[in-house]
């Protein structure tokens, strides 16, 4: 009998089927020793697991480094339109398996290390969650001329313990090894200006006495899938000048002013960890400046020494957004709209009406929440302390937008208080979404449902005045990780019936169709999930010492822990299946393990009450032998991207019931979608998208739609009227309050059933009785696994959409004014196209 494929074996086909180029193995084995020998001077005598995955990284980096020049060199000869994308924070994750797989390494990389005695995989895990991002994996894919500007944090999203139940944060040092995929550029160093105050002059405006702080980039390679192209996210990192505090030497003298550098390197030290919550700190307004400031003189550097640039001869940067797309992820970045401002007014001298005019027609602005607790609003003060010059622009631009819409609706001071850029009050604050609108040409939701909403709610006063502006842009994720990397399994079955180029073009998963009722399909598909389900089974006994039951249904909660997800009604259907199976243990109970797992803000109580709430459930639960296997409870610490990367392809039920209104798109949601999980879901965020895709019937929906939630809103949301009338309720909400599952702390939880009972902003009790109706459904329907399979190859055949290259392609379209395309650029092996001289001349970075 055949032994049973392992993923390598299945990457390996997948490769043979000719989308690997022929790598020479010994090649790899010559280079991998040659960099544990030159680069990590060691020998495999003394060499550790960490230095064989750092050789076989640089190994694999050498491939993208010809490929990386020549793409710049491409975009430096073509002179094409440049896409910038601002954001704060981009996901972490694994950058050695994503760049083996886009440049089709990985099964030549596989045999060499095996060759050499090593296991790729177990190199693998070595490495720390680095930078990633969907879009950007896209963007290159696509072929655009695209840049992913951030910050570099030395400490990325704290690493989450669970001790005693109680999340615990420690600091993640993700650069203590180094990291081998950046590069520091400190020749592009930029400095950015703090504090300070303005000069009006004769001969214009200056910004003076302002602290420095330097920009240092380092830069990361983004490799497209398959097609030579590979594009650079740039991220800052803060340096003080070398005389920093030093001028004033009679102060502190010159040891402090070495030890004081740390002040201004600090802001790059750490992200932020909120999740959808605005908190007013100056240092965070300090790195949203910064990358800024520093992206945006790196902006106009590139652009004249473009093409373009040098030769457009009437003034250079009137036509900067001909050239140039700066896309703002979330508020976050938007002081790019007063900065590019000021940089084309008070440096350049272009005249205000055509500097704003140049400002919006490059600008664009991407709302990712309407959470009116998530809504950037910062302090008059902070500002005026901060950045003087900022704030009179900011006045300006506001002076002159009122002025518009006095002239559009007279009299009505309601609605120009609204739709001031200043909101005022006790403390005056600086509304930052509305800026973004104000100052960009297109503004755009993640999912439909979300677009809506900004337009008929928050946003409304600004659809009725620019109409034109509202779009919508629904979120994807990439295939490479979120399915190839991730299941290499069911991408190779898939790859059998409808071929690979559904890799590039995921709305060939549609094919699928033909083969719902394919017993042979049918059958694969499930045995891929059933493999993937005792491979994550054996990785949480390896690593966690538990054991759980591979043959039950794995339901999956995993995403930031927040009260508007709701990971309390899934609680609530978790203590409710305990007592109904304590009460009947010898129904035929379809067994669940049920996993949650997701960071709590560090400041956000209630947060972290309801973590400790889920592993107190689970330890009354899982110890209870009335229950044995029919029912677990697991709290999955340090939910990450490589985390992700693990549960997704071994789920069977994907929980996405936040309440209907809140949730802008989800990604989680799409990622579980193309790895054969099922949906229980409210019609939130892209969930109706996957309903409209894969057919309602096909997904577990339920609740109160969008305007169920604004009519109960209106009649008033009365929490105990559900408690009291709903038994089963009752029961469990009784259960939590009287410390039933905190036996040792009986009144543990009485301000979270406090919060459910009496505030509960979230509605959770209005949706209890249909979600547990419902997921009675998901029960019976995974009793039957041929019908479950059907009804998970519908929803495979319907992700089409939710692949991010159609969601750049739309974005490239009908935002940024730029054509994707899926062709290859020559791959560096062929012969260089210019000379030693002319590359010496030429400005490709
Ligand atoms: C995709 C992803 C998310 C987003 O999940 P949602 O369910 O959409 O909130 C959060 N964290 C990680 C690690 C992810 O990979």
């Known amino acids: 009998m055949a032994k049973p494929l392992t993923d390598q074996d299945r990457r390996k086909q997948i490769s043979v089927r000719g989308l690997a180029g022929v790598e020479n193995v010994a090649d790899l084995k010559t280079n991998f020793n040659r960099h544990l020998h030159f680069t990590l001077v060691k020998d495999r005598n003394v060499a550790t697991k960490r230095d064989y995955y750092f050789a076989l990284a640089n190994t694999v980096r050498d491939h993208l480094v010809g490929r990386w020049i020549r793409t710049q060199q491409h975009y430096y000869e073509k002179d094409p339109k440049r896409v910038y994308y601002l954001s704060l924070e981009f996901y972490m994750g694994r950058t050695l398996q994503n760049t083996m797989v886009n440049l089709a390494l990985e099964n030549a990389c596989d045999e060499a290390t095996y060759q050499l005695g090593l296991d790729m995989e177990e190199l693998q895990d070595i490495e720390e969650d680095l930078l990633i991002a969907c879009f950007l994996d896209s963007m290159a894919s696509l072929g655009l001329a695209a840049y992913g500007y951030g910050i570099r944090y030395e400490f990325g999203i704290f690493n989450q313990k669970i001790v005693s ?8 040092d993700w650069l203590r090894y180094g990291n081998p995929w950046e590069k520091a550029r400190p020749e592009y160093m930029r400095p950015v200006h703090f504090y300070g105050r303005v000069e009006h002059t004769a001969d214009g405006v200056k910004w003076v006495d302002t602290q420095v702080v330097l920009a240092l980039p380092y830069d990361t390679p983004v490799p497209g899938y398959r097609n030579n192209i590979v594009n650079t996210m740039r991220l800052w990192s803060a340096k003080a000048p070398c005389d920093f505090n030093l001028k004033d030497f009679n102060v502190g003298g010159y040891i402090q002013a070495v030890l004081d550098r740390n002040l201004a390197e600090n802001i790059s030290r750490v992200l932020y960890p909120n999740d959808n919550f605005f908190e007013g700190k100056e240092l965070r307004l300090k790195q949203e400046y910064f990358v800024v400031a520093a992206t945006l003189q790196d902006i106009i550097r590139r652009f004249k020494a473009s093409k373009f640039g040098s030769t457009e001869f009437v003034r250079v940067l009137f036509s900067l957004h001909v050239q140039v797309a700066i896309q703002l992820n979330d508020t976050h970045p938007a002081l790019a709209i007063p900065e590019l401002m000021r940089l084309l007014v008070d440096i350049e001298k272009v005249p205000w009406e055509k500097a704003w005019d140049i400002v919006i027609r490059t600008c664009a602005y991407t709302n990712h929440t309407v959470l009116p607790e998530a809504l950037e609003r910062w302090p008059v003060d902070l500002f005026q302390n ?4 900022h704030l009179e622009i900011i006045y300006e631009i506001n002076r002159r937008h009122l002025e518009r819409i006095s002239k559009l609706y007279p009299g009505d001071t309601d609605r120009i208080s609204r739709m001031s850029l200043i909101e005022e009050g006790d403390v005056k604050k600086i509304n930052m979404a509305h800026l973004c609108i104000v100052g960009s040409h297109a503004v755009n939701g993640v999912a439909r449902i979300h677009s809506d909403i900004i337009k008929n709610t928050v946003f409304k006063d600004f659809y009725e005045v620019d109409p034109e502006k509202f779009q919508n842009k629904t979120n994807g994720i990439t295939p490479r990780r979120w399915l190839v990397m991730c299941n290499p399994g069911l991408a190779e079955v898939i790859a059998e019936k409808i071929g690979e180029d559904y890799i590039r073009d995921l709305d060939q998963l549609k094919k699928l169709l033909e083969f719902v009722n394919d017993d042979a399909f049918i059958r694969d598909v499930a045995k891929i999930k059933q493999e993937n389900k ?18 039950s249904m794995f339901d999956v909660q995993v995403k930031r822990i927040h009260e508007y997800k709701r990971q309390l009604l899934n609680c609530l259907h978790i203590i409710t299946l305990y007592n109904r199976i304590k009460n009947e243990p010898n129904k035929p109970w379809t067994p669940r393990t049920i996993m949650i797992g997701g960071k709590a803000a560090p400041g956000y109580h209630t947060a972290k009450m309801i973590i400790k709430l889920i592993t107190s459930i689970g330890d009354i639960v899982n110890n209870d032998p009335v229950v044995g296997d029919r029912l677990k409870v697991i709290f999955l610490e340090n939910y990450r991207v490589t985390l992700a990367e693990k549960i997704i392809p071994a789920a069977d039920l994907s929980e996405q019931i936040s309440t209907a209104g809140t949730e802008a798109s989800g990604t989680g949601n799409m990622k579980f979608m193309l790895n054969g ?18 057919g309602e019937e096909n997904l577990f929906i339920f609740g109160m739609r969008v305007h169920d939630v604004e009519a109960l809103d209106k009649k008033g949301y009365d929490a105990v009227s559900y408690y009291n009338r709903v038994p089963e309720l009752k029961q469990a909400v009784d259960q939590i ?5 905190s036996p040792s702390q009986p009144g543990l939880f009485k301000d979270l059933v406090n919060m459910l009972m009496h505030h509960d902003r979230f509605k959770v009790f209005a949706d209890y009785e249909d979600y547990i109706r419902c997921q009675e459904r998901v029960s019976a329907l995974y009793k039957n696994p041929k019908e479950w399979t059907k009804m998970v190859i519908h929803n495979i055949a319907g992700c089409g959409k939710f692949s991010s290259d159609r969601t750049i392609s739309e974005y490239a379209r009908e935002i940024w004014g730029m054509e994707p395309s899926l062709e290859k650029i020559a791959a560096p092996d062929d012969p260089p196209s210019r000379t030693a001289d002319e590359l010496e001349s030429c400005h490709c970075s």
């Open 737 to 741: 309050a009287g410390g039933f599952f």
């Open 534 to 551: 005792m491979k994550f089974a054996a990785h949480l006994e390896a690593h966690y010492k538990v054991k759980i039951n591979p043959s």
């Open 165 to 172: 139940g109680w999340q615990v944060e420690e600091a993640d």
């Open 677 to 694: 999980a099922l949906t229980i879901g409210t019609m939130d965020g892209a969930n109706v998208e996957m309903a409209e895709e894969a």
């Open 386 to 389: 901060l950045l003087p010059r």
